[in-house]
């Protein structure tokens, strides 16, 4: 079998109809993929993902719509977070706990102060590949290729560690099992609360090999996890990964920095929410805390004045990153709770719901931002700095957010 026979082996779902003239992301640009060394390798895990179980089924994913549609329509709202990256090490039952311990905590405070139910979703059980600025890095005059998340490469600074190995794919898959296996178990009771998934589809390979066509529908739906987002160094129009989120039928998300225009939002909702239907499409923006009040206000003014109904969600960490004098990549709690604090105020000004919150957080204490109630200085982010990828707020720190955000709520 050729390479190209199994790439056309392990996603027939996705394979464009030839009669129909439909375009297939295949055919067009992907930025931030691997340069895998060894497309043949590549190809034969491929093939084996798309003969492995979904991980997450449609009903699951429509039944995450429905929530995120009532998120859109202003009557809940919805706690989204976890690890910037997660990490294949990371999957024993006591981080995953501490996770969704945090995440829940968050969700009552919110839901209390919201006075609206709260969704859950984790950054979690697939996570595990990051965009990047630059395809390599120098260190001692050496370059090599850049992290790309555990499912790529190792974040060893070592050229063995470095190079993009396949069957790191296929372990990507098998830590997202185990981890979801957990959350199922730890929220499987019956009072709790259903915890979905949720990772930025960026290595399109891997999602379309674990896309299925759901036989009752005929729907395509990716298997990878429950809602996907597209993130803001992908999210060309005409590029890959737009097309793949057209093509499924899960929730999903766009990542908004603050050089997006309100036309672009509009094109976007017309690509990946044609139906206009509350619960398929949320914005993510990260603006900054700095700009969130110049450049939110008209970007949900023009979207809400097309009739869409998407979920707003603030993500006030990506905008917010600085490099410390030790080194290390960081951010303020108080900047944090400053933009947070900003999306809560546009939505009042304009009439419009402050759909939810999107945080890279872990359950544990790590040093890795500065602030908080149990402060962490600047000088203390070397103690427990654990992250591979962005900083994360530590338990205390997500709960000195909310709590904030509470108090915001109720002003
Ligand atoms: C992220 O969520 O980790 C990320 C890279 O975000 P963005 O696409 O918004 O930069
Ligand atoms: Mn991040």
Known sequence: MTVTDLI???DPALAPDPAAGAVSWRDLPAAQQPDWPDQAALAAVMADLGTYAPLVLPEESDRLRRRLAAVARGEAVLIQGGDCAEAFGGTSERQVR???TTLDQMATVLSAAAGLPALRIGRIAGQYSKPRSNPTE??????????????VNGAAFDPVARTPDPERLRQAYHSSAVTLNLIRALTGGPESEDVYTSHEALILDYEAALTRRDSHTGRLYAGSGHLLWIGERTRQPGGAHLAFAAQVD????VKLGPSATADEALALIDLLDPEREPGRLA?????GAGRIHEVLPELVAKVTASGAQVAWVCDPMHGNTFTSPSGHKTRRVADVAAEAEGFLDVHRE???HAGGFHLEFTGEYVTECVGGTDEVTLQDLPDRYESTCDP??????ALD???SLAEKYRS
């Open 392 to 397: 994360r707020l530590n338990r205390g720190q």
């Open 250 to 253: 899960n929730p999903v998300a």
């Open 8 to 10: 056309a082996s392990y």
């Open 98 to 100: 501490a996770k969704l």
């Open 283 to 287: 914005f993510i923006t990260r603006m």
């Open 138 to 151: 120098v260190v001692d005059g050496i370059e090599l290729p850049v992290y790309r998340g555990d499912s």
């Open 350 to 352: 304009l009439g419009t």
């Open 401 to 403: 957010l909310v709590f």
